[in-house]
């Protein structure tokens, strides 16, 4: 980063003391009451839709997402923004489909749920691959994005130091106070995200002549939604297949975001949270990936992408606002490290603890969710550094998604539907989409001459392998095995359930039923994907 001042006034630096010290402070002063495991894991299931719908973005928006979304649209243009408005359409999915049945089972975790749904292998093969992919990809990589920017700022810092200083700001108060102290703090976090976002667009926008200067001097094709097949970064097959597939694992079954959903006070909060959610990351266009595009004609000699974030920060804001953005980007990194903390004690605790400890006390239970984040903090921290030294095999690790989910995801999908699909179709599914997915990641990824497959186009293949694989063993097994056994039919969509719950919301007016919430979204949401296709 030849050329740019890198330097914090005085009045920066006071921000974002502030700013550092009154989120810790905030976090532990909510977790001083005294937690039993309901309330240290999902908040007591009390949460509302405002406080849902922050802390989901907040929870979404990491360092590496702030700087790789301005990154990839001054590098390869605006379709990186195909993954942000996916999730308006993923969420309302999830809304009408998924999230009655998911709440209704009152379960902690979506391994467990998954349990019930087939058997305990299901259960245990879900939760170690959420807890990997977790902690070894997205808390270390969002603590080794957050370092790298952070080291401008500091660059006499060592790494690592830079890394176990963010890593204890968070998981101090989420040790503490479990979910409730990790969704307070984020719900503010959030705000100074977006608030922080808007300045940057401002002035990026200002320096570079105003909108319309921008988009007439861009390549039109950078300006683009929709990409050919050929596209490097989200070819229109992937759009059609791959980015709904991934988008289904990250917003409907990950641990790590479902959690806040798992603790709302009801359904209707759930799916007003939800959609609140969807809603809000439809600006993400506008504060954070366009920006990037102005930055071609700002800086259009830049030697990496990754600079455009820190560049537009100090190069464009004055001092004060400077503290605010650095303020906000602290609050992107904690609220993502904190979640993650958060999601994986609770996997481990109640999907490998409480199953052998039936007999442990909430007590034991909080104690050994703070232990495991304790532990998982330390190993995060020290992966982080090393991801330094393997930076193509990071970039490997970015698309990881799409050789390891698909599996799952044919699990939650086929079994909402199907009746049928029961545990050894289950197994079979699993085990397939994990050989499946180890010979292309090796065929695709490392082989000395790689097939050259998309990953976007990867998932939907593995996909289609275990759905199938899951309900040929299921039919082949119907009369020798079932599912997990109770309750399978209170966790089936089906058209009487939908004509039930019509006539339940007959009563309500629009702006409280979720469905005409939905479409509202789902309408504003092709508005926009129509006017940049």
């Not at 998982?376 to 992966?383: E, I, K, N, P, T």
Request: hydrophobic content about 55%.
């Amino acid at each position: 980063m030849s050329g740019l001042d890198i330097r914090l006034s005085g009045l920066d630096l006071a921000v974002i003391a502030a700013y550092a010290i009154g989120i810790i402070a905030l976090g532990l002063f909510v977790s001083k009451r005294r937690a039993s495991a309901e309330d240290y894991f999902l908040a007591s299931r009390s949460m509302t839709w405002p406080v849902i719908g922050l802390a989901l973005l907040a929870s979404n928006i990491s360092s590496t997402t702030l700087i790789g979304l301005a990154g990839a649209a001054y590098g390869t243009g605006i379709s990186v923004y195909n993954y942000e408005w996916m999730a308006t359409v993923v969420l309302a999915f999830f809304c009408v489909f998924f999230l009655p049945f998911l709440l209704r089972s009152q379960v902690y975790t979506l391994p467990e749920y998954l349990e019930r749904r087939y058997d305990g292998r299901a259960r245990v093969y879900f939760s170690a691959l959420t807890i990997f992919l977790n902690i070894v990809v997205d808390t270390a990589g969002t603590l080794y994005g957050g370092a790298i920017m952070l080291k401008l700022i500091l660059p006499e810092w060592p790494l690592w130091q830079i890394v176990a200083m963010l890593a204890l700001s968070a998981g101090l108060y989420t040790v503490a106070g479990g979910l409730r102290a990790v969704i307070y703090t984020e719900t503010v976090q959030a705000v100074i995200l977006l608030g922080a976002s808007v300045f940057i667009a401002f002035f990026a926008f200002g320096k570079a002549g105003g909108w319309d200067a921008v988009m007439r001097a861009v390549d039109p094709a950078k300006l683009s939604l929709i990409r050919p097949l050929d596209d490097p970064g989200v070819p229109w097959l992937g759009l059609v297949l791959g980015v709904p597939l991934l988008g289904f694992y990250f917003w409907c079954t990950n641990q790590f975001m479902v959690q806040r959903v798992l603790s709302a006070k009801d359904e209707n909060h759930g799916r007003w949270g939800a959609l609140f959610a969807g809603l809000l990351k439809l600006p993400v266009l506008y504060v954070m990936v366009l920006p990037g595009t102005a930055a071609i004609l700002l800086y259009p000699a830049l030697d990496k992408p990754d600079l455009v974030y820190p560049t537009l920060i100090f190069d464009l804001l004055p001092a004060g606002l400077v503290g605010i953005v650095i303020a906000g980007f602290f609050a992107a990194i904690m609220s993502s490290i904190a979640s993650t903390f958060n999601s994986a004690a609770t996997l481990v605790t109640m999907d490998f603890v409480r199953p052998r400890m039936p007999q442990a006390d909430n007590a034991a239970l909080v104690r050994a969710g703070r232990i495991t984040t304790i532990v998982f903090m330390v190993l995060a921290v020290a992966w982080a550094p090393q991801i330094e030294r393997f930076a193509s095999l990071w970039q490997y690790l970015q698309a990881v998604l799409a050789y390891a989910v698909p599996p799952v995801c044919a699990l939650f999908l086929i079994g909402l539907f199907w009746r049928g699909a029961n545990a050894k179709g289950a197994f079979a599914a699993i085990a397939t989409g994990l050989v499946g997915g180890g010979v292309l990641f090796y065929a695709n990824v490392l082989a000395a001459q790689p097939l050259g497959l998309h990953f976007l186009l990867v998932a939907p293949l593995l996909f289609a392998l275990s759905a199938i694989v899951l309900v040929t063993v299921s039919a082949a097994t119907a009369a020798t095995a079932t599912t997990a056994g109770t309750g399978v039919d209170a966790m089936l969509w089906t058209p009487a359930f939908y004509r039930d719950e019509t006539r339940a919301l007959a009563g309500i007016v629009w702006w409280k039923n979720y469905r005409v919430l939905s479409t509202l979204l789902l309408l504003l949401t092709a508005a926009i994907v129509w006017a940049f296709r």
